[in-house]
């Protein structure tokens, strides 16, 4: 149990258009989802974090504009990068929270999406 | 506010040596603590969690860590290494209300000789 799935798992784009990422909770409902940016060698960063039907909570320093998340059901929340640039070149990763009281609501983490914007 | 401190950023054992890796925390309440490891190219696989109750808490593939809250740690280990552990692993916490966030350490990067 507790499967999460990413999609897709890498995309290569030009500079300016926009990727859509998609993370999806198999068998659980997820109330909450978080995304992920994570460099080379490096830990995680918190980009953001996904309530069902309400706006997506930034972090400091993280542009909503660039980064478009949309949270429409209990096991989908997306991460559109918009006008895409090198800089945005980075593996994505999304987790989502299962909410049952026996998990003490552990996230559990998608394969991730490898990003590379030419 | 919380944080991890994961000392050292690589660890290099032989193949059926100890594993130990160490992790501290800091936070303002009682904690929830995790380590999750990374294979390349990879999202994070969850080994193991502390929530309440028993301090030390067992994981998949023989890991175990013991919660020590006089010690402020959460160490990660696993009597005889395997060459499938040679993987990142990061440990993080999170505090206990149903908002919270997971705060990661920077990992470390474990290497199993043969």
């Known amino acids: 149990g507790a499967v999460v799935s990413q999609h897709p798992s890498w995309v290569i784009c030009k500079s300016g258009t926009s990727v859509k990422i998609e993370c999806r909770s198999l068998?659980?409902?997820?109330?909450?989802m978080f995304w992920y940016r994570q460099f080379p060698k490096q830990s995680l960063m918190l980009m953001a974090t996904?309530?069902?039907?309400?706006?997506?909570?930034?972090e400091q320093g993280v542009e909503k504009d660039k980064f478009l998340i949309n949270h429409a059901s209990l096991t989908l929340s997306t991460l559109t990068v918009t006008s895409a640039h090198p800089e945005d070149s980075s593996f994505y990763i999304c987790s989502a929270r299962d909410p049952g009281t026996s998990k003490g609501g552990t996230q559990y983490f998608g394969p991730g999406t490898r990003l590379l914007v030419l | 506010a919380q944080s991890v401190t994961q000392l050292g950023s690589h660890v290099s054992v032989s193949e059926g040596a100890l594993v130990l890796l160490r992790c501290n925390y800091s936070s303002s309440v009682p904690p929830y603590l995790f380590w999750y490891v990374q294979y390349p190219n990879q999202g994070l696989q969850l080994l193991l969690k502390y929530t309440t109750g028993a301090t030390l808490v067992k994981g998949i593939n023989g890991f175990e860590a013991e919660f020590k809250k006089s010690e402020t740690s959460f160490h990660l280990t696993k009597p005889s290494a395997h060459m499938s552990d040679a993987a990142e692993y990061f440990c993080?916490?999170?505090?206990?209300?149903?908002?919270?966030?997971?705060?990661f350490g920077k990992g470390i990067t474990l290497s199993v000789r043969p």
């Open positions: 996904s309530n069902e039907g309400s706006k997506a909570t930034y």
């Open positions: 068998d659980f409902q997820a109330t909450t």
């Open positions: 993080a916490v999170s505090s206990t209300g149903a908002n919270s966030k997971l705060t």
